[in-house]
């Protein structure tokens, strides 16, 4: 996964391709950030701290991507509640009273091997974070979550004139290639004009 970091407050723009397949877009979906807390050197889920992104799709595969999204966290919740309950029902039912650091390590390493697949071995097309002050989107397609950077300003100037050629959002006369034509946040006014 390829992951760009924008500031919570930034209206984020994407390229004119589908964020799940990368082909057309013929609509648009809200896509719910899963909301992160760090404290120390650990993440945890806050609610709180979620938020809906208007991202470009294909309309047809909306259903489709959220599904499997519902599917991976209600699969982790599934399985995690169901390890501890197989667990000690084997306890129970065996007679062995099975230590409690047993079902947390059990737990624990059920929790990794299940994060560990689902976001290296298999992982979705697209997926968003946020915390208080960031919103970080990952994206499965390198070449995507680099257009993205480039139209969020995340990249350096060669990597932006790239792009704009390659989208024809180059200024009409406005860049002399001296970088006169840049705004601060170093875009073409041409590429600023939906901002």
Sequence with gaps: MYAVSLPRSQKPLFPPRCVISGGFADGDALIGAIGMCKFGGFTFSMPLMAKMVRVPV?????????????????????????????IVFFSLASGVRTPLWLV?????????????????????????????????YHFRDMRYAQEFAALNGEMGDEAIDALERMYGLASEGGDTGDGAGRDPAGFSHGANAGR
């Design 58 to 86: 294909r309309r047809r595969l909306v259903f489709d991507f959220r599904a499997m999204s519902f599917f991976r966290r209600a699969g982790r919740l599934v399985g995690f509640f169901g390890l501890i309950f197989a």
């Design 104 to 136: 947390i390590l059990a737990a624990i390493l059920f929790n990794g091997i299940y994060g560990y697949l689902d976001t290296r071995a298999f992982p979705p097309p697209f997926r968003v974070f946020a915390t208080q002050s960031t919103v970080v």
